[in-house]
């Protein structure tokens, strides 16, 4: 069960894989304003959440519907 509370950079990370369907960690760090190694833990996170899903090799982040969900009812805050 994903958890209501992220922090601000697994937020910010999460709306950016939102935006960028198939984004690569480098691609999400230069959205997101921080280093990649920081959007990989967030990541990380976020999967184990079941908000994004990272693929086999780890190139591409997308958001699960938890994650589509969770974006849509936050995204007035």
Same mark, same amino acid.
């Given at each position: 069960m994903p958890s209501a509370d992220?922090?601000?950079?697994?937020?910010?990370? /999460?709306?950016?894989?939102?935006?960028?369907?198939?984004a690569d960690l480098y691609d999400l760090a230069r959205a997101v304003g921080t280093g990649p190694r920081t959007v990989q833990e967030a990541v990380r996170r976020l999967a184990r959440?079941? /908000?994004v899903h990272v693929s086999e090799r780890g190139a591409h982040v997308q958001c699960t519907r938890?994650?589509?969900?969770w974006v849509r009812q936050h995204e007035a805050t």
């Open positions: 992220l922090s601000d950079t697994e937020s910010r990370v /999460l709306r950016a894989v939102h935006a960028k369907e198939g959440d079941d /908000l938890s994650g589509d969900r």
